[in-house]
T-cell receptor, first 112, second 117 residues
Framework: KQEVTQIPAALSVPEGENLVLNCSFTDSAIYNLQWFRQDPGKGLTSLLLIQSSQREQTSGRLNASLDKSSGRSTLYIAASQPGDSATYLCAVQAGGGNKLTFGTGTQLKVEL | GAVVSQHPSWVICKSGTSVKIECRSLDFQATTMFWYRQFPKQSLMLMATSNEGSKATYEQGVEKDKFLINHASLTLSTLTVTSAHPEDSSFYIC?????????????FGEGSRLTVL
């Protein structure tokens, strides 16, 4: 059974700081890994999708890496802003189907 | 990215009543949609996979008769919580895949918060 863990569970940083969120998964037989952002009481916004054959994806100030063999992914946020405050979720999709297994999330707060 | 819409965004109902939540793919066709449940400060748990024109596939531990799913068209799936009780209060989120988007990327709705009194 796939298990996805995110560290840290919560993080508070001053504005402008670069930060890294971590995601680990137990079964390396994945099809892809997706990072999402969730604001309080809202749905999920897809940030980055990394295929199992890829090592990283970039979008603006966000960079996600994937090391499938070790079961790890990181989300790097450059020059953090208060608007980045949200919960960040990673999710892995199994190779054989559509099911997404979500991590526990990292609650990020960027302070002025 | 593709847009998935949910309605209602929040609903309050009395115990024993049934509540229907709609999930629509606005700019693409979705043969498969997914329903998730999220408790406060917890992650999303997959409840069921909704397949257009056929029966939904439920995850272990999810009551089929309690959570009725209908996927009658390529753009609409509905989740009906039957005879709702306070323990059914939760945040329900649907997602859908736009097969035209490479990589099997999933897009999520805004969620529906159900409160059962």
């Amino acid at each position: 059974k796939q298990e996805v863990t995110q560290i840290p569970a919560a993080l508070s940083v001053p504005e402008g700081e670069n930060l890294v969120l971590n995601c680990s998964f137990t079964d390396s037989a994945i099809y892809n890994l997706q990072w999402f952002r969730q604001d309080p009481g809202k749905g999920l916004t897809s940030l980055l999708l990394i295929q199992s054959s890829q090592r990283e994806q970039t979008s603006g100030r966000l960079n996600a890496s994937l090391d499938k063999s070790s079961g790890r992914s990181t989300l790097y946020i450059a020059a953090s802003q208060p608007g980045d405050s949200a919960t960040y979720l990673c999710a892995v999709q199994a190779g054989g189907g559509n099911k997404l297994t979500f991590g526990t999330g990292t609650q990020l707060k960027v302070e002025l | 990215g593709a847009v998935v819409s949910q309605h209602p965004s929040w609903v309050i109902c009395k115990s024993g009543t049934s509540v229907k939540i709609e999930c629509r793919s606005l700019d693409f066709q979705a043969t498969t949609m997914f329903w998730y449940r999220q408790f406060p400060k917890q992650s999303l748990m997959l409840m069921a996979t909704s397949n257009e024109g056929s029966k939904a596939t439920y995850e272990q531990g999810v009551e089929k008769d309690k959570f009725l799913i209908n996927h009658a068209s390529l753009t609409l799936s509905t989740l009906t919580v039957t005879s709702a009780h306070p323990e059914d209060s939760s945040f329900y989120i649907c997602s859908a895949r736009d097969w035209a988007t490479p990589g099997r990327e999933l897009f999520f709705g805004e969620g529906s918060r159900l409160t059962v009194l």
